[in-house]
């Protein structure tokens, strides 16, 4: 949809297309009783034994949350802790054969509805999303170079603005490490 503040579509078009992405991400998870930030993170350990602290990084979350989350993928057998062979203090992480399997159905079927997104487009529309998207995204920066995502404040009750204790503290960050 174009308007006076969006004249050429692009802002609408990239946030429906982002919540379209979203909405099959999601249903992939929940289809393997997963969270979407479950998902990225057998994604991100496919193919590497990361650290805590890098695999947080990866994420955009911090540590606390990190553990967390590890800690639930634990449980379920899909992940492994390990003392690094690179720091002896470190622990990194790594998929078990069953997360493997996960990771990979999880894949799979990630791949084939997002391709299914872009039926309306041939091959040479297919190949520039592709080549557009990898520039916006700039996929060969590391993640340290791309800006630390805003979490949400918790609002003050009086002026529905976020807390005078959450400006001051950063306290009450919210955390989608589910």
Known sequence: ????????GLVDGLVQL????????????AEHGLSVVQTR??????????LMRELAEHLGLDRSSTSGLVDRAERRGLVRRSPSTRDGRAVQ???TDA???IARAGEAEIERRVRA?????????RA?????????????APPETHPPR??????DSKNQGPSSTSRRTGAGQASDAG
């Open 128 to 140: 520039e999303l592709a080549r557009l998207a990898a520039a916006v995204v700039d996929e060969d």
């Open 99 to 101: 997360g493997r399997e």
């Open 41 to 50: 993170m057998l994604g991100i350990l496919r193919d590497r034994e990361p």
């Open 93 to 95: 992480v790594a998929l």
């Open 150 to 155: 805003r979490r949400a404040r918790p609002l």
């Open 117 to 125: 997104l872009t039926t309306a487009l041939d091959d040479d529309g």
């Open 18 to 29: 982002s919540f379209r992405v979203q909405a099959e991400l999601a249903d992939v998870a």
């Open 1 to 8: 949809m174009t308007d006076a503040t969006d004249p050429t």
